[in-house]
Structures are given as C-alpha cells and as structure tokens.
C-alpha cells in the first residue's frame, strides 16, 4: 500500500467480532496492529514524514485480554 502512495506514514487496523463487544473507550474487541515507527502510532516526525524513511518501522500487535 505504501509503494502505491508515499503519502502514508502510519496504518491502524482494528479487528473486532461484534460492535456491541467493544467497550467504550477503544474501537476493537480482538486486536489492533499498529504500523510506524518503532510500531508505535504518533511518532511520525517531520523528516520521517518528508524523507519516507521506514528503517525504524515495526507492526506491533495488541490482542485483548478475551482472546485466549
């Protein structure tokens, strides 16, 4: 996806079962991957963002406490 479009600096997936599981304060029930640097979301800095600069990018992945 981002070969396609430089313009992308960090992706979010939320993977959830039903909408009435997710608790109010998050958007997923199951997991959430994260694609950025150092997997983390909101570490974009200018010169990553100006540069395309992915050496420090990781995909991290939470998975809820439900999912045995």
Do not use: C
């Not at 997710?22 to 150092?38: C, F, H, K, L, T």
């Amino acid at each position: 996806m981002t070969k396609e479009d430089s313009t992308i600096d960090e992706m979010v997936i939320h993977i959830y079962s039903n909408a009435s599981l997710v608790e109010q304060d998050q958007s997923w029930d199951i997991a959430r991957a994260i694609w950025g640097p150092n997997g983390q979301w909101d570490k974009v800095t200018a010169n990553i963002a100006e540069s395309d600069e992915r050496a420090t990018y990781k995909t991290s992945i939470k998975f809820s406490s439900r999912v045995e």
